[in-house]
Protein backbone atom coordinates (compact mmCIF):
# COMPACT_ATOMS: atom_id res chain seq x y z
CA UNK A 1 0.00 0.00 0.00
CA UNK A 2 1.30 3.63 -1.28
CA UNK A 3 1.68 6.01 1.62
CA UNK A 4 0.64 9.38 1.72
CA UNK A 5 2.83 12.46 1.11
CA UNK A 6 2.88 14.12 4.72
CA UNK A 7 4.69 16.80 3.27
CA UNK A 8 4.93 18.15 -0.54
CA UNK A 9 6.86 20.66 -1.76
CA UNK A 10 6.48 22.03 -5.25
CA UNK A 11 8.69 25.20 -7.09
CA UNK A 12 9.72 26.30 -3.67
CA UNK A 13 11.94 29.64 -3.75
CA UNK A 14 13.58 31.93 -0.76
CA UNK A 15 15.61 34.91 -2.25
CA UNK A 16 16.42 37.57 0.37
CA UNK A 17 16.76 40.87 -1.14
CA UNK A 18 19.40 43.22 0.73
CA UNK A 19 18.75 45.71 -1.86
CA UNK A 20 17.78 46.15 -5.36
CA UNK A 21 20.82 45.00 -6.84
CA UNK A 22 21.94 41.97 -4.52
CA UNK A 23 20.26 39.55 -3.41
CA UNK A 24 20.88 35.73 -2.31
CA UNK A 25 18.78 33.08 -3.43
CA UNK A 26 18.70 31.05 -0.50
CA UNK A 27 16.15 28.25 -1.99
CA UNK A 28 16.07 27.29 -5.49
CA UNK A 29 12.86 25.47 -6.96
CA UNK A 30 13.18 23.04 -4.90
CA UNK A 31 10.64 20.36 -5.50
CA UNK A 32 10.41 17.33 -2.50
CA UNK A 33 8.03 14.89 -1.24
CA UNK A 34 7.93 13.25 2.38
CA UNK A 35 6.06 9.69 2.42
CA UNK A 36 4.43 9.28 5.96
CA UNK A 37 6.14 7.53 8.27
CA UNK A 38 9.46 7.51 7.01
CA UNK A 39 12.69 8.89 8.72
CA UNK A 40 14.17 11.61 6.02
CA UNK A 41 17.74 12.90 6.28
CA UNK A 42 18.24 17.10 4.77
CA UNK A 43 21.70 17.05 4.40
CA UNK A 44 23.53 20.03 2.84
CA UNK A 45 27.60 22.09 4.18
CA UNK A 46 26.35 25.31 5.92
CA UNK A 47 24.21 28.38 3.63
CA UNK A 48 22.84 25.23 1.85
CA UNK A 49 19.15 26.35 2.66
CA UNK A 50 18.26 23.97 5.35
CA UNK A 51 17.56 26.21 8.17
CA UNK A 52 15.59 28.74 5.47
CA UNK A 53 13.68 25.25 4.32
CA UNK A 54 12.87 24.71 8.20
CA UNK A 55 12.00 28.27 9.35
CA UNK A 56 9.35 28.57 6.29
CA UNK A 57 7.83 25.26 7.38
CA UNK A 58 8.46 26.97 11.00
CA UNK A 59 6.03 29.96 9.61
CA UNK A 60 9.30 32.35 10.84
CA UNK A 61 10.21 32.73 7.37
CA UNK A 62 8.07 33.63 4.46
CA UNK A 63 8.73 31.85 1.22
CA UNK A 64 9.30 33.99 -1.97
CA UNK A 65 7.20 31.38 -4.41
CA UNK A 66 5.80 27.94 -4.62
CA UNK A 67 3.57 25.39 -2.91
CA UNK A 68 4.05 23.99 0.45
CA UNK A 69 1.63 21.54 2.15
CA UNK A 70 2.08 19.76 4.77
CA UNK A 71 -0.19 16.69 6.52
CA UNK A 72 -3.16 17.84 3.47
CA UNK A 73 -2.70 21.65 4.37
CA UNK A 74 -1.76 24.07 2.18
CA UNK A 75 0.73 27.00 3.96
CA UNK A 76 -1.09 29.90 2.22
CA UNK A 77 -4.27 29.13 3.01
CA UNK A 78 -4.27 27.06 6.25
CA UNK A 79 -1.26 28.48 8.52
CA UNK A 80 -2.19 27.54 11.30
CA UNK A 81 -2.75 23.59 10.67
CA UNK A 82 0.46 23.60 9.33
CA UNK A 83 2.44 24.69 11.98
CA UNK A 84 -0.53 22.40 14.50
CA UNK A 85 1.09 19.49 12.25
CA UNK A 86 4.57 20.19 13.07
CA UNK A 87 7.12 19.94 15.85
CA UNK A 88 10.13 21.36 15.53
CA UNK A 89 13.02 20.63 17.69
CA UNK A 90 15.25 23.54 17.31
CA UNK A 91 19.35 23.45 17.04
CA UNK A 92 20.03 26.44 19.77
CA UNK A 93 18.89 25.02 23.28
CA UNK A 94 17.02 27.70 24.62
CA UNK A 95 15.24 26.84 27.80
CA UNK A 96 14.02 29.46 31.05
CA UNK A 97 16.72 28.20 33.66
CA UNK A 98 14.21 29.14 36.31
CA UNK A 99 11.16 26.53 34.88
CA UNK A 100 10.99 22.95 35.65
CA UNK A 101 10.65 20.19 32.82
CA UNK A 102 6.79 19.55 33.80
CA UNK A 103 5.97 23.37 33.68
CA UNK A 104 7.63 23.96 30.48
CA UNK A 105 6.03 21.06 28.47
CA UNK A 106 2.24 22.32 30.98
CA UNK A 107 2.99 25.78 29.58
CA UNK A 108 3.81 24.60 25.78
CA UNK A 109 0.27 22.88 26.35
CA UNK A 110 -1.06 25.68 27.42
CA UNK A 111 -0.34 27.87 24.41
CA UNK A 112 -1.54 25.05 21.84
CA UNK A 113 -4.79 25.06 23.98
CA UNK A 114 -4.77 21.59 25.06
CA UNK A 115 -6.88 21.01 28.34
CA UNK A 116 -5.89 19.65 30.79
CA UNK A 117 -7.60 16.61 30.56
CA UNK A 118 -6.13 16.16 27.42
CA UNK A 119 -2.33 16.07 28.22
CA UNK A 120 0.25 14.06 27.89
CA UNK A 121 2.84 15.75 29.76
CA UNK A 122 3.66 12.75 32.18
CA UNK A 123 4.46 10.53 28.87
CA UNK A 124 6.09 12.69 27.30
CA UNK A 125 8.86 12.84 29.65
CA UNK A 126 8.69 9.02 30.18
CA UNK A 127 9.76 9.06 26.23
CA UNK A 128 12.72 11.33 26.71
CA UNK A 129 13.57 9.16 30.00
CA UNK A 130 13.22 13.11 32.04
CA UNK A 131 10.35 12.06 34.23
CA UNK A 132 13.27 11.93 37.46
CA UNK A 133 13.87 15.76 36.77
CA UNK A 134 10.37 16.60 35.85
CA UNK A 135 10.23 18.95 38.90
CA UNK A 136 13.94 20.10 39.20
CA UNK A 137 14.88 23.34 37.88
CA UNK A 138 16.50 23.50 34.45
CA UNK A 139 19.80 25.23 35.55
CA UNK A 140 20.70 21.94 36.74
CA UNK A 141 20.09 19.78 33.58
CA UNK A 142 22.67 19.06 31.91
CA UNK A 143 22.91 19.87 28.21
CA UNK A 144 22.00 16.74 26.89
CA UNK A 145 19.09 16.63 29.33
CA UNK A 146 18.18 19.97 28.10
CA UNK A 147 17.90 19.00 24.09
CA UNK A 148 15.97 15.83 25.01
CA UNK A 149 13.18 18.52 26.74
CA UNK A 150 13.52 20.36 23.10
CA UNK A 151 12.04 17.11 21.50
CA UNK A 152 9.43 16.57 24.40
CA UNK A 153 8.21 20.95 23.78
CA UNK A 154 8.00 19.64 20.15
CA UNK A 155 5.77 16.64 21.12
CA UNK A 156 3.15 18.37 23.57
CA UNK A 157 0.97 19.02 20.83
CA UNK A 158 1.39 15.15 19.29
CA UNK A 159 2.02 16.36 16.04
CA UNK A 160 2.18 13.78 13.38
CA UNK A 161 5.81 15.31 11.95
CA UNK A 162 8.87 15.99 13.74
CA UNK A 163 11.78 17.95 12.65
CA UNK A 164 15.03 17.67 14.35
CA UNK A 165 17.58 20.24 13.45
CA UNK A 166 21.36 19.76 14.27
CA UNK A 167 19.80 17.20 17.25
CA UNK A 168 22.91 15.63 18.45
CA UNK A 169 25.40 18.61 18.27
CA UNK A 170 27.13 19.47 21.26
CA UNK A 171 26.02 15.92 22.52
CA UNK A 172 28.31 13.23 23.89
CA UNK A 173 28.14 9.88 22.88
CA UNK A 174 25.76 8.37 25.46
CA UNK A 175 23.05 11.01 25.45
CA UNK A 176 23.29 10.60 20.88
CA UNK A 177 22.33 6.97 21.19
CA UNK A 178 19.53 7.48 23.73
CA UNK A 179 18.40 10.41 21.50
CA UNK A 180 18.03 8.40 18.64
CA UNK A 181 17.19 5.68 20.32
CA UNK A 182 13.39 7.99 21.41
CA UNK A 183 13.51 9.20 17.69
CA UNK A 184 13.28 5.58 16.75
CA UNK A 185 10.53 4.62 19.25
CA UNK A 186 8.49 7.77 17.96
CA UNK A 187 8.77 6.47 14.52
CA UNK A 188 7.73 3.12 15.41
CA UNK A 189 4.54 4.75 16.87
CA UNK A 190 3.84 6.39 13.02
CA UNK A 191 5.31 9.96 13.59
CA UNK A 192 7.08 11.19 10.54
CA UNK A 193 10.61 12.45 10.99
CA UNK A 194 12.40 14.72 9.07
CA UNK A 195 16.02 15.65 10.65
CA UNK A 196 19.21 17.94 9.59
CA UNK A 197 22.83 16.50 10.73
CA UNK A 198 26.36 16.88 10.01
CA UNK A 199 27.17 13.40 11.62
CA UNK A 200 27.02 11.97 8.10
CA UNK A 201 27.14 8.38 9.59
CA UNK A 202 23.78 8.74 11.50
CA UNK A 203 22.20 10.10 8.85
CA UNK A 204 23.17 7.05 7.20
CA UNK A 205 22.18 4.24 9.80
CA UNK A 206 18.50 6.56 10.67
CA UNK A 207 17.43 7.40 7.60
CA UNK A 208 15.24 5.47 5.05
CA UNK A 209 15.98 8.33 2.63
CA UNK A 210 18.17 11.55 2.14
CA UNK A 211 18.40 14.63 -0.16
CA UNK A 212 20.89 16.58 -0.02
CA UNK A 213 21.29 20.52 -0.76
CA UNK A 214 24.01 22.80 -1.99
CA UNK A 215 23.75 26.65 -2.44
CA UNK A 216 19.67 26.03 -2.70
CA UNK A 217 19.73 23.29 -5.41
CA UNK A 218 18.85 19.17 -4.37
CA UNK A 219 21.58 17.80 -5.48
CA UNK A 220 20.61 14.39 -4.74
CA UNK A 221 17.17 12.83 -3.73
CA UNK A 222 16.83 9.02 -3.41
CA UNK A 223 16.89 5.93 -0.57
CA UNK A 224 20.38 5.55 1.16
CA UNK A 225 20.88 2.63 -0.16
CA UNK A 226 21.13 4.13 -3.65
CA UNK A 227 23.16 6.64 -3.07
CA UNK A 228 25.53 4.11 -1.81
CA UNK A 229 25.62 2.25 -4.75
CA UNK A 230 26.88 6.18 -6.03
CA UNK A 231 30.25 5.80 -4.69
CA UNK A 232 32.57 4.70 -7.34
CA UNK A 233 36.14 5.07 -5.35
CA UNK A 234 37.28 1.84 -3.70
CA UNK A 235 39.98 1.26 -0.91
CA UNK A 236 41.60 -1.71 -0.52
CA UNK A 237 44.28 -2.81 1.57
CA UNK A 238 46.63 -5.81 0.83
CA UNK A 239 48.95 -7.55 3.49
CA UNK A 240 51.83 -8.66 1.62
CA UNK A 241 55.03 -10.80 2.50
CA UNK A 242 57.13 -8.12 1.22
CA UNK A 243 57.37 -4.43 -0.25
CA UNK A 244 55.61 -4.35 -3.60
CA UNK A 245 57.48 -3.04 -6.89
CA UNK A 246 54.66 -0.88 -8.09
CA UNK A 247 54.71 1.81 -10.28
CA UNK A 248 51.30 3.85 -11.56
CA UNK A 249 52.73 3.12 -15.18
CA UNK A 250 52.16 -0.91 -14.15
CA UNK A 251 48.46 -0.38 -13.50
CA UNK A 252 47.41 3.26 -14.51
CA UNK A 253 43.58 2.86 -13.41
CA UNK A 254 45.07 2.75 -9.48
CA UNK A 255 46.18 5.40 -6.90
CA UNK A 256 48.67 4.05 -4.70
CA UNK A 257 48.20 5.58 -1.24
CA UNK A 258 50.66 3.46 0.97
CA UNK A 259 53.27 0.97 -0.06
CA UNK A 260 55.26 -0.30 2.91
CA UNK A 261 57.43 -3.72 3.73
CA UNK A 262 54.19 -5.61 4.66
CA UNK A 263 51.52 -3.69 3.15
CA UNK A 264 50.24 -2.01 -0.11
CA UNK A 265 46.95 0.41 0.31
CA UNK A 266 45.68 1.36 -3.68
CA UNK A 267 42.17 2.98 -4.47
CA UNK A 268 40.83 2.39 -8.14
CA UNK A 269 37.53 3.87 -10.00
CA UNK A 270 35.11 0.57 -10.18
CA UNK A 271 34.09 1.50 -13.38
CA UNK A 272 37.53 1.28 -14.89
CA UNK A 273 39.40 -1.62 -13.24
CA UNK A 274 38.28 -5.13 -11.51
CA UNK A 275 40.05 -6.08 -8.26
CA UNK A 276 41.12 -9.64 -9.53
CA UNK A 277 43.55 -7.46 -12.37
CA UNK A 278 45.35 -6.09 -8.94
CA UNK A 279 45.46 -9.82 -7.50
CA UNK A 280 46.94 -10.65 -11.21
CA UNK A 281 49.28 -8.37 -11.21
CA UNK A 282 50.46 -8.93 -7.77
CA UNK A 283 50.53 -12.58 -8.15
CA UNK A 284 52.48 -12.24 -11.41
CA UNK A 285 55.41 -10.34 -9.77
CA UNK A 286 55.66 -12.77 -7.01
CA UNK A 287 54.05 -11.39 -4.10
CA UNK A 288 51.99 -13.64 -1.59
CA UNK A 289 48.51 -12.18 -0.48
CA UNK A 290 48.01 -13.01 3.50
CA UNK A 291 45.19 -10.80 3.89
CA UNK A 292 43.01 -8.32 2.01
CA UNK A 293 40.71 -5.90 3.37
CA UNK A 294 37.99 -3.00 1.31
CA UNK A 295 36.33 -0.10 2.13
CA UNK A 296 33.94 0.99 -0.24
CA UNK A 297 33.08 4.22 1.25
CA UNK A 298 30.26 5.50 2.83
CA UNK A 299 27.68 8.80 2.92
CA UNK A 300 30.62 11.11 3.61
CA UNK A 301 31.96 10.46 0.09
CA UNK A 302 28.58 10.90 -1.62
CA UNK A 303 28.16 14.23 0.15
CA UNK A 304 31.58 15.20 -0.11
CA UNK A 305 30.95 14.43 -4.38
CA UNK A 306 28.06 16.55 -4.72
CA UNK A 307 28.90 19.45 -2.48
CA UNK A 308 32.21 20.33 -3.40
CA UNK A 309 31.45 22.56 -6.13
Not at 156 to 162: M, T
Request: proline residues 3%; positive net charge.
Amino acid sequence: MNKKNVLYIKDLNKIYSKNSSKSVHAIKNLNLEVNEGEIFGLLGPNGAGKSTFINILAGTTIKTSGKVNVWGFDLDINPRQVRASIGIVPQEINVDPFFTPWSILELQAGMYGIKKKDRITETILKLVSLEKQSKSYTRAMSGGMKRRLLVAKALVHRPPIVILDEPTASVDVELRNKLWDNVKQLNKQGVTIILTTHYLNEAEQMCDRIGILNKGNLVALDTTKNLLKKIQTKIVKFSVDKKVDISNDSLKSISILSNEENELVVSYEKSSLNIIEIIKFLNDHNIKILDISTDDGDLEDVFIRLTKN
